[in-house]
């Protein structure tokens, strides 16, 4: 089961998909409402739906809305420590980062940059060398409790934060530099998520030019400790969604291209497959989406 939000008759919902059927929630229109409620509870409220409809006769859109932010955290696992200290002329900054008390902690997007299954995801044009960053996110509502685990690529450009930390905001937050899984997976359907496996696929001109996989059991902070950082001193009254981080990190050497497909998969969680673009150009539409949700662009 999964909670999803779609666009529907010129309207948008937020609904319970299950086995290729979509149910709109009868007590709330968006994932915002559904974050504002306790986890108490939560689970008998999800049962509360209306008529089913096929999933495949919707338009599915990211499953953040309202004021509910997109973070993520950094160097959480050995490989993206080592990672940074190759890419970066201050190596030293993240050696000391990935066992300081405080965790590397940064906005990523709000809702209506963020892009879902089927969307393009885009590489800076400025960037020489950037990656996709394949990541299990936390799901959590107002009250810091997470309620649900999604899919995250962070789309990174390596060169740029190589080039200086503080460049970080510019290598991480651009349009196209986020996506999230159709679906949130309710915490209760994720018994062990330090026991997953993610995996990574870089498919250029129909063959595999990269892949990696990893496991949640190499996470060098534990998702609760992250979410309890990131809301120590924040209020989020829509809830947030927290990438823990990434485990797959390719060489330096490799760079996506525009025309590459990015595929990601986390057991239990689900899958995110986006097509890769270059610029700002091709991202424009995400302005006009938030308007005209039965716009989005999916491309083949």
Known sequence: ????????????????????????????????????????????????????????????????DGRTEVWAAGVTYERSRSARVEESTKSSVYEKVYDAPRPELFLKAVPWRVVTDGEPVAVRDDSAVSVPEPELAVVANRFGEIVGYTVCNDMSSRDIEGENPLYIPQAKIYSGSC??????????????????????????????????????????????????????????????????????????????????????????????????????????????????PDARKVLP
């Open 1 to 64: 089961m999964e909670i999803v939000r779609y666009a529907r008759d010129g309207r948008t919902e937020v609904g319970v998909l299950d086995e290729g059927k979509v149910a709109p929630l009868r007590w709330a229109s968006t994932v915002a409402e559904v974050l504002a409620q306790p986890s108490g509870g939560l689970r008998e409220r999800l049962a509360d739906v209306g008529p089913a409809v096929d999933a495949a006769d919707v338009v599915h859109l990211p499953p953040v």
């Open 179 to 292: 996506a999230l899984a159709r679906g949130i997976v309710p915490a209760w359907e994720v018994p062990d998520p330090l026991g997953l496996t993610v995996t990574l696929r870089i498919v250029r001109d129909g063959t595999v030019v990269w892949s990696g996989e990893t496991g949640t059991a190499r996470l060098h902070r534990r998702p609760e400790d992250l979410l309890s950082a990131l809301c120590h001193s924040t209020d989020f009254p829509d809830g947030v969604v927290l990438a823990t981080g990434t485990g797959i990190v390719p060489e330096l050497g490799f760079a996506l291209a525009a025309g590459d497909r990015v595929d990601i998969g986390i057991t239990g969680v689900g899958t995110l497959s986006n097509p890769v673009v270059r610029g700002r150009e091709p991202m424009a539409w995400l302005t006009d989406a938030t308007r005209r």
